[in-house]
């Protein structure tokens, strides 16, 4: 099934769930986004709608449009710049995932990083001589590379936790706090690999930070760029408010494949392969916002599907699952795009 096109969506009758409607949840500061930031087209028309059902930061109601010349779907409004504080608390789980993750989801995930990082890898024209992960998190893609023998002065990252960049930058990696659009210490036409991953669908113009990584790479160079994937089953199953990956009001841009692919294209990169991972996580927390924010809330139901401390079997049975489908040619709900430059 197609999502449904410009002017036919109506307006969902969604309740605003108690937690929202008599919390303690600030209301925040919003920004409207009149301009499809691919296409600069102003017509809309609503996509979906829901809360922040994952950490409740904020009280309000927010909406995805679709826009009707492209098709992209994007958060409008979208929260203040000075409310991003509230909507990314210290607790916030990329900052501590070691700490709040199960120890075997965790074992899974590394073994999954692992491979994921391989197959980019074996799309490389030759090894890569320089690396860089623009939202590099912990660091695991930087040791990663590190211990595959690339000298530490050629492995660059980008991350906005302070903590983070402090860690790494005294382990001899070459990192810093900044945002990859006003990032001006790398050369252009130095990185041989550029990976991002879940980054973009956060950021405020995504084809401005695309140029910039298209910019950073050398000829025949990579960028592999992971995001959800709004054309996969569960996205089309909880498409109304409760898809987990719309991570509201976090998630500002969503894309198909075909809508990341043009916007690989239009910074002048070739898209050489799609690659579809596990989307695990946004299985569980589609359910779980289902289960708990739903017509007939089941609370104790819903803690099953929370992916920081629900049930391993169910987390290990959605990995399976979209493993199998990814194996058979379906495309699950994250995707992985390799672009090379000309
Ligand atoms: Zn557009």
Redesign the pocket.
Known sequence: MQPRRAGLTPRSSLATPAEFAHGDAPEIATENVDE?P????REHARFAAGFDYELRTCRNEWTFVK?A????VRLHPRPAVAALPVIYPPSYYAYNYAQKVNPVARWAKAFLDRRKLRSILRRCASPPASFLDAGCGDGRYLRAMSRAGLAKQNIHGLELDERVVKGLSEAGFQVSCERVETCRRIPDGSIDLATMFHVIEHVADPAAVVRQLARWLSPGGLLALETPNLDSFDARKFRESFWGGYHIPRHWTLFTPESLRRLMESAGLEVVATLFQTGHSFWMYSYHHRLRYGKRPRRWCARMFDPFGGSIVALAAFTAFDKLRAFLGGRTSAMLMLARKK
Do not use: A, I, T
């Open positions: 499809c691919s296409c600069l087209g826009c010349g492209c098709g992209l």
